[in-house]
């Protein structure tokens, strides 16, 4: 029903910048809200990002000030910023939308930031 690709990451040094996009298709309504999640080896899954259709923006503590989150130009698509990048910002990074009562994800792409 609803497909999410993302693209964009890989890896960069600390201090560095990384931007991930993400397009979403099939039944994504007006109304619903997308981010990103991350999960690094040995932990549990996090919200980073989010982002509703009527413009709430919140991120994780972690990474206020060095994230920014946006609508891409074309539909249903969604962007992650990422500066000052830092080692323990090295995860699977994940597109995720909240649709019609339920969650979809993407199939994640690798992040990592070396010292």
């Known amino acids: 029903q609803v497909q999410l690709v993302e693209s964009g990451g890989g890896l960069a040094q600390a201090g560095g910048s990384l931007r991930l996009s993400c397009a979403g298709s099939?039944?994504?309504?007006?109304?619903?809200?997308m981010g990103w999640y991350r999960q690094a080896p040995g932990k549990q899954r996090e919200l980073v990002a989010e982002?509703?259709?009527?413009?709430?923006?919140d991120y994780a503590e972690s990474v206020k000030g060095r994230f920014a989150i946006s609508r891409g130009n074309a539909k249903n698509t969604v962007n992650l910023q990422m500066n000052s990048l830092k080692p323990e910002d090295t995860a699977v990074y994940y597109c995720?939308?909240?649709?019609?009562?339920?969650?979809?994800w993407g199939q994640g792409t690798q992040v990592t930031v070396s010292s």
């Open positions: 982002l509703t259709s009527v413009g709430y923006i």
């Open positions: 099939g039944t994504i309504l007006s109304i619903n809200t």
């Open positions: 995720w939308t909240w649709t019609g009562g339920r969650n979809y």
